[in-house]
Structures are given as structure tokens and as C-alpha cells.
């Protein structure tokens, strides 16, 4: 009767992974769904350094739209060779992992011959200076560390 019982619940178990799994499944449809009919209608927010907040949009009339130097549609800064990273970067990512990770001009090159030889991406030909100095330029190295150092803290002792 003890096997019996444990198969029971291993049954059980199975049966509630299957039953969230298919509603998952079933929730992503319905969204996807429901953005396909009105992709304009979904919003994201980015968090871009030297702006309060950025709306990144999907709606078609802006999909290249330029406001306040931001490019809506990915959040990027509008400068020289903006359109050469959002045409060969945003294709396998989004702009927001551009954006946080600054770099210096070498480690951009080591990070895109990496993705070269291992993500399949494409020869940049001309447009690998263009993109280099667009994130050199927009997204300098930060030299902060991991974080910014805890100010205003009263700090207490932990009594033994």
C-alpha cells in the first residue's frame, strides 16, 4: 500500500507540472496573439543612463521616430551611426544590453570578433568602425566599479 501511495503522488506531481505547463503555454498564446493584433499597444520601459526614463515603442508610425535624441523604438541615443547599430545590433539582441554593456573601443572589436566566430554574426565590413565609434562615443567605459559606494547609511553594530 506504501508503493501505491507514492506512485500516487508522483502521478500527482506530474500531472500539476503537465496542467501549469499547457496553461503557460496557453497564456503566451493568448499574448501573442493579442500582440499581433495590436503591436502598437504594447509598451516597454528601458532605463537608459543619462535620461529619466525611456518609452521604447512598437507602434509602426514610429518606428524610426527621434524624441528629446532618443530613438523610441530602441531607446539609443541619436548620434552619428545610430542606424548602422540598430540595423546590425538589434537584430539578435535587444538595445538595452548594448547600452549597459560600455565598453573601450578594443574590448568592442574582442566582443564582436567573439560573436563572429561563436553566434554566427556577420561580416560588418565598413559598418564595424561606424558601430564601435557610436558605442565608444554614446556608451563610454564607466569607471564605477561593480556599484556606486552606499552613501546616507547609518550603519549599526550587530551585538554578539
Not at 535587444?94 to 573601450?104: G, H, K, P, T, W
Amino acid at each position: 500500500m506504501k508503493e501505491h501511495d507514492k506512485f500516487k503522488r508522483q502521478v500527482r506531481s506530474i500531472y500539476t507540472v503537465l496542467l501549469v505547463s499547457c496553461f503557460m503555454v496557453f497564456l503566451i498564446g493568448i499574448l501573442g496573439i493579442a500582440y499581433m493584433a495590436s503591436p502598437s499597444s504594447f509598451v516597454f520601459k528601458v532605463d537608459s543612463p543619462n535620461t529619466e526614463l525611456v518609452t521604447v515603442t512598437t507602434d509602426e508610425d514610429n518606428w524610426d521616430k527621434i524624441e528629446n535624441g532618443i530613438h523610441l523604438r530602441t531607446g539609443l541615443k541619436d548620434a552619428e551611426g545610430l542606424m548602422a547599430v540598430v540595423n546590425n545590433c538589434t537584430n539578435c539582441h535587444s538595445a538595452q544590453l548594448v547600452m549597459q554593456n560600455r565598453m573601450n573601443e578594443e574590448r568592442w572589436i574582442e566582443t564582436i570578433r567573439w560573436m563572429q566566430e561563436t553566434q554566427n554574426l556577420w561580416d560588418l565590413g565598413d559598418n564595424e568602425n561606424i558601430i564601435v565609434n557610436y558605442l565608444v562615443t554614446n556608451y563610454p567605459l564607466l569607471n564605477k566599479g561593480r556599484r556606486e559606494n552606499l552613501t546616507d547609511i547609518e550603519w549599526y553594530t550587530l551585538k554578539e
